[in-house]
């Protein structure tokens, strides 16, 4: 008797176990999560300058990297599941979108002698199903 009552507590303390470690592991991904889109979404929120969009881009493109997400034939990051993020950037002057590699590419001081007195603003914005995390940003001149 005394045996099957210490098997069932000892169940019930594994489950419980269990239970509290997936609520911590969700907890932390949800606050990993928000402190990224704090980062990114303190410049979707108003209006912002040329330069402060390259700085936008470089920290994306940083945080690409630093997350190891591949990229394709034409030197774009491919987007993942969890923690990709892409920025596109379209100009009154055309009705093309850009993405933030070509940008790169061109050249940040190119960029910010050209725009960065020029205002754009954030028009859309999506987010990881997985993680919640940005995963797109796209900006117009305005």
């Known amino acids: 008797m005394k045996r099957n009552l210490f098997i069932i507590v000892g169940i019930f303390f594994i489950i419980l176990a269990v239970l509290f470690y997936t609520f911590y592991s969700y907890q932390k991904i949800q606050l990993m999560a928000n402190q990224k889109n704090r980062k990114y979404e303190s410049y979707t929120e108003s209006e912002i300058s040329g330069s402060s969009l390259m700085s936008l881009i470089h920290k994306a493109i940083d945080d690409n990297e630093k997350n190891g997400i591949s990229k394709d034939e034409k030197n774009k990051y491919v987007e993942n599941q969890e923690n990709s993020i892409r920025i596109e950037i379209k100009f009154l002057e055309s009705d093309v979108t850009f993405p933030m590699e070509t940008i790169y590419a061109l050249g940040a001081e190119q ?4 725009y960065s007195r020029m205002s754009f603003i954030c028009t859309k914005k999506e987010y990881h199903d997985n993680t919640n995390q940005i995963k797109y940003l796209l900006f ?3």
């Open 111 to 114: 960029f910010i002698q050209n």
């Open 140 to 142: 117009e001149q305005i």
